[in-house]
T-cell receptor
């Protein structure tokens, strides 16, 4: 199993450009999520999904869109990039769709380092 | 608001020393998880604690969940350079199917 894969690893955008960060998992996990990681702030949840066709907002959803057409894929779209979106983005998946239950171990991808100039 | 505060923010120690890092909240959590993250990689789960007062051991790492389920600690015995990394605690929010993470403790173990 490849686990959780993310592409690209690095990306530089100009302000106003749009792009899609790709995330895929091959573990048949129902729960998938996107986080951003900034120095001194830990991981903050952007959006999450409990299954194909079902998505919901996290703590910092503004400026980002997601969709979940298949169990395997969960892309994150930046609509109009801003310097404040410079960050490292992590995709994660989990067997359990309830994060407060057993089996809620989050499996993280290697991250995408995004710089917006 | 359910927040997780981790301390210290940064810890630099010599190989062989013992250390404890903390994860505290004013809110009750049904469970807490500890992750370790190495540079350039995603976090990896170390342990989940679910019962107040629970103690779990993972080789030289000892995890404790507070009796009131508002805090947790991670103790490392005889730290090694391979323990270097960012240690994050995380817990589920009461409402919504979301995890909240602390800001983390950066540990550097020098040989």
């Amino acid at each position: 199993n490849a686990g959780v894969t993310q592409t690209p690893k690095f990306q530089v955008l100009k302000t106003g450009q749009s792009m899609t960060l790709q995330c895929a998992q091959d573990m048949n996990h129902e729960y998938m999520s996107w986080y951003r990681q900034d120095p001194g702030m830990g991981l903050r949840l952007i959006h999450y999904s409990v299954g194909a066709g079902i998505t919901d907002q996290g703590e910092v959803p503004n400026g980002y869109n997601v969709s979940r057409s298949t169990t395997e894929d969960f892309p994150l779209r930046l609509l109009s990039a801003a310097p404040s979106q410079t960050s490292v983005y992590f995709c994660a998946s989990s067997y359990s769709i309830r994060v407060d239950r057993g089996g809620s171990e989050q499996y993280f991808g290697p991250g995408t380092r995004l710089t917006v100039t | 608001t359910q927040l997780l505060e981790q301390s210290p923010q940064f810890l630099s120690i010599q190989e062989g020393e013992n250390l404890t890092v903390y994860c505290n909240s004013s809110s009750v959590f049904s469970s807490l998880q500890w992750y370790r993250q190495e540079p350039g990689e995603g976090p990896v789960l170390l342990v989940t604690v679910v019962t107040g007062g629970e103690v779990k051991k993972l080789k030289r790492l000892t995890f404790q969940f507070g009796d009131a389920r508002k805090d947790s600690s991670l103790h490392i015995t005889a730290a090694q350079p391979g323990d270097t990394g960012l240690y994050l605690c995380a817990g589920p929010r009461r409402r919504g199917n979301k995890l909240v993470f602390g800001a983390g403790t950066i540990l550097r173990v020098k040989s």
